[in-house]
């Protein structure tokens, strides 16, 4: 939340002919104007002028270099009605007078506008024309051609669905349509709409805006509906130029209503809708007992109660839910606690009262959801202690209330910068802790890869120093087994040498006998002899 701009816009073209059917959304116009910064702005359908003026002054007052286009033909139409010349004079009276310089009113039909701006070129469009389906869905369609990619669309009352209101349906088919759209619900509900395309700058706001979780959702929606309240009711410690306002203060409080209509909305099998709604009226300024009979297979989705549709205090004792025939309890509501899961939304502010229930409605349409989870097989029997007052009077301590949880709003918002500051740093130190981690795992990742490297090589290694060592045994054992053999071979060839000299010594001997005189004498008897043995 402390990306979202701290309260402080006060209007100077606020509520005029005495109508404030955009008051509610002005806080936002302006921080819009001071984020995107639009160098063409075009407003179609301005009557008084409330809405197209305070986009003019946030231009003005942010210092923002940008044409803006009003185009109306000020003549009215069946929702704002048809009112006389008196109400251009007094649109033009103001304009000439503070935006002259940057602002121009095109007296036209929104049709006939168009060939005055090239596609493409609009930076921010509002679409504020007559109401129905078809005039809405046809405006849009003509003039989304004309605003850039990335350019912002704002549609008007997308949260009224009486008479032959139909932007509320149209709205419903854009926004499934469309990545990046915000819904406001209050002060007959503004649509949000960015075109797809461009590449303009980064922008917290819209970022924060458009990618909001429903919780962040709903605390932005609270926070222009606190900003709206206290533009409404002269905020307490305000400007002079405010303060000086408690008699307008209490016209918009004190609407002098009499009466007021609690409607109920049963969640059947189209959802809430106008016609399965039940209405009763009840007085202003006491306390009432609302009783109603809800339909069988009430609590298969939540209930809406829209307790008024007035300016207005409301207070809520209980409410209670029974079965119609046994009486049984099927669910009730009888302290602050148990109206914590309720969903708040429209122009409902919450704040802290005698009663279980305290809200503060600064417009026509405040409502919330009842808890669901429970179911009626029959029918059931609502029944609601409420009372409704409009005086100014009554309004004054939820002003108290809200302006204090305004300005702790802003001493929280103070410290959460502070806090972000410090949370931006610890991030920065973080994300470079982050950084050096990666880089150290990256090391450590390139270290494992080499030290895998290393055991393989010295895997290898080993198995060729064990080869080398089985060589190397193979190699000794051979040169031992050579070593035998040589040995034995010396002896070998000695063995043949003895045998050699022995024949030798034999041969010389023998020749010597062949060749003595005794062998000589005794040939012819050794002749005989082998004669007398048969020999040769």
């Known amino acids: 939340m402390s990306d979202l701009p701290t309260p402080s816009f006060v209007p100077i073209r606020y509520r005029p002919g005495d109508l404030g059917t955009w008051s509610g959304h002005l806080a936002f116009a302006n921080d819009l104007i001071a984020d995107v910064r639009p160098s063409l702005l075009v407003e179609l359908g301005t009557h008084w002028g409330e809405s197209y003026f305070t986009f003019c002054q946030s231009v003005f007052q942010n210092g ?6 009003a185009v109306d033909h000020w003549l009215g139409e069946q929702h704002a009605g048809h009112y006389g010349e008196e109400v251009f004079q007094d649109v033009q009276r103001f304009n000439e007078a503070h935006y002259r310089g940057f602002s121009y009113l095109l007296r036209t039909g929104f049709d006939e506008a168009l060939q005055q701006f090239a596609d493409d070129s609009i930076d921010l469009l509002h679409i504020d024309g ?7 869905s046809h405006d849009f369609q003509a003039w989304l051609p004309k ?11 997308i949260a009224v669905r009486h008479a032959d209101f139909g932007v509320w349906r149209f709205w419903d088919e854009l926004k499934d349509e469309f990545a990046h759209s915000f819904t406001f619900h209050h002060w007959w509900g503004l649509g949000v709409l960015r075109k797809p395309g461009g590449s303009g700058p980064q922008s917290a706001f819209l970022d924060l805006l458009f990618h909001s979780s429903p919780v962040m959702a709903e605390r932005i929606r609270r926070h222009y509906l606190m900003q709206t309240a206290f533009l409404e009711n002269a905020r307490l410690e305000a400007t002079p130029a405010v303060q000086a306002a408690p ?7 004190d609407s002098g209503a009499q009466s007021t209509t609690v409607q109920i909305y049963p969640f059947g099998s189209a959802g809430h809708s106008e016609e399965s709604s039940i209405r009763q009226t009840i007085e202003c300024g006491s306390w009432k007992d609302v009783t109603v009979t809800m339909p069988a297979g009430t609590g298969a989705g939540p209930i809406r109660i829209d307790p008024a549709d007035c300016v207005s205090v409301i207070e809520i004792r209980g409410i209670a839910l029974k079965d119609e025939e046994s009486g049984e309890e099927l669910f009730s509501a009888l302290s602050a606690d148990d109206f914590k899961d309720a969903q708040f939304s429209g122009s409902a502010l919450v704040f802290s009262g005698d009663s279980a229930c305290c809200i503060l409605s600064c417009s026509s349409d405040p409502y919330f959801f009842l808890p669901s989870g429970w179911k009626a ?3 059931a029997r609502l029944e609601i202690s409420i009372q409704v007052r409009t005086s100014m009077e009554a309004a004054v301590p939820a002003f108290q209330h809200l302006h204090h949880a305004a300005r702790k709003s802003t001493a929280h918002a103070e410290e ?4 972000r500051i410090a949370l931006a740093e610890a991030e920065k130190q973080g994300a470079e802790a982050l950084a050096q981690s990666v880089r150290l795992e990256e090391q450590l990742a390139t270290t494992t890869v080499r030290m895998r490297e290393v055991q393989r090589e010295a895997r290898i290694l080993q198995e060729l120093l064990d080869s080398a060592e089985n060589r190397a045994k193979e190699e000794a054992q051979t040169r031992e087994a050579s070593a035998a053999f040589e040995e034995e071979l010396q002896s070998t060839r000695a063995a043949l040498e003895n045998e050699r000299a022995l024949l030798v010594n034999e041969r010389i001997l023998r020749a010597k006998m062949l060749h003595s005189k005794s062998w000589v004498l005794t040939k012819p008897l050794r002749g005989f002899m082998r004669l ?5």
Request: proline residues 5%.
């Open 416 to 419: 959460n910068g502070k806090l």
């Open 532 to 536: 007398f043995k048969g020999g040769d």
């Open 147 to 157: 605003v850039k990619p990335g350019g912002i669309i704002l549609m008007h009352d």
């Open 130 to 136: 007559l109401h129905t389906y078809e005039a809405v």
């Open 247 to 253: 008699a307008a203060a209490s016209a918009n409080i």
């Open 377 to 379: 097989d029959g029918p």
């Open 64 to 69: 923002v270099d940008c044409l803006c286009y």
